[in-house]
């Protein structure tokens, strides 16, 4: 399930959710992400996304980690709107029958969240707003992916 919304969440009550019900599940993984103060350089962190749009690009990316990791199921909820400090951002969480594709698929999915998903971000803070771009670390996580993997 891909999901937006103006609204904090519990990420604590979502994973409790999602793993309801889940007999032949071995391994659940999750990630949250919290919008960062920056040493009080940011006051606000403002995300803003294309409804449809994104889900479906983000679906696109979780389809990929079903498939490369053999995932059961995958959840993945992002803020869109001005996110306080300290607030949950993200929270992306992975079934698999076995923890090692559980682990990876969360991290495949938060490199391609960080680094391709289509948002717009932007820090406000004392010295007024600016736009933000993934970082090079970003880019050089999500192209350890793109490798072709040795047998």
């Known amino acids: 399930m891909i999901r937006l919304t103006y609204d904090p969440f519990d990420p604590g009550a979502l994973l409790t959710e999602f793993c309801r019900g889940r007999s032949e599940v071995g391994a ?10 920056e040493t009080g350089a940011t006051t606000a962190l403002e ?4 409804p449809g749009f994104t889900e ?3 679906g696109k990316i979780a389809d990929r980690a079903r498939a490369r990791f053999g995932l059961d199921d995958a959840l993945i909820l992002h803020r869109v709107g001005k ?28 490199d ?11 820090e406000h803070g004392p010295d007024g707003a600016r736009w933000v771009e993934p970082r090079p670390e970003d880019h050089a996580d999500l192209a350890r992916w793109e490798k072709e993997t040795s047998p």
Do not use: N, Q
Request: glycine fraction near 4%; proline fraction near 5%; aromatic fraction near 14%.
């Open 28 to 37: 659940v993984a999750t990630f949250t992400g919290l919008a960062r103060a």
């Open 47 to 50: 995300l803003d996304a294309y």
């Open 56 to 58: 479906a690009e983000i």
């Open 83 to 110: 996110i306080a400090p300290g607030e949950p951002v993200v929270f992306v969480a992975t079934a698999a029958r076995h923890r090692r594709a559980a682990f990876e698929a969360c991290d495949f999915l938060m």
């Open 112 to 122: 391609y969240l960080k680094s391709k998903a289509p948002f717009w971000k932007k």
